[in-house]
């Protein structure tokens, strides 16, 4: 079988009988490559459209638990400083209990001593009215 003259110069014709510098072979495994690169730049396209989603929700669930982890330490400030307050008022009415305890044992004291003064006094007016 003779050499074609044009294929060793390097042009061949493709199925459609133009002349081509490259081999049909060659020029078809190209045509595929490029397919399958379109391929896998459409399906990285798509990849980075979902990973965008995901990281988009996942970046509102996170600014969720931090509000809702703001809110709940508030709570528990809120909470704490209720309980203290509580125990401050607590001993307020126990300091208010304690000082009204002493009024009234100074009343009790100042009662006996005006009951024995009145004691004593109606005494002498008794005696006083019987020296008469």
Known sequence: MAKDPLAEAGFHFDEVNKLRVLEPDVSQSTAELKEECREFVDKIGQFQK??????STV??????AETEK?????AR????????QREEHQQLLKGLIAEKKM?????????EALSRVEAEQSEF????ILQK
């Open 50 to 55: 979902i990973v965008g989603g995901l990281i």
């Open 59 to 64: 970046d509102g669930l996170a600014k969720e």
């Open 70 to 74: 703001m809110k709940a330490i508030g």
């Open 77 to 84: 400030n809120l909470l704490t400083s209720v309980a203290k």
């Open 103 to 111: 009024q009234l044992e100074r009343y009790r004291v100042e009662y």
């Open 125 to 128: 007016i008794n005696q006083f």
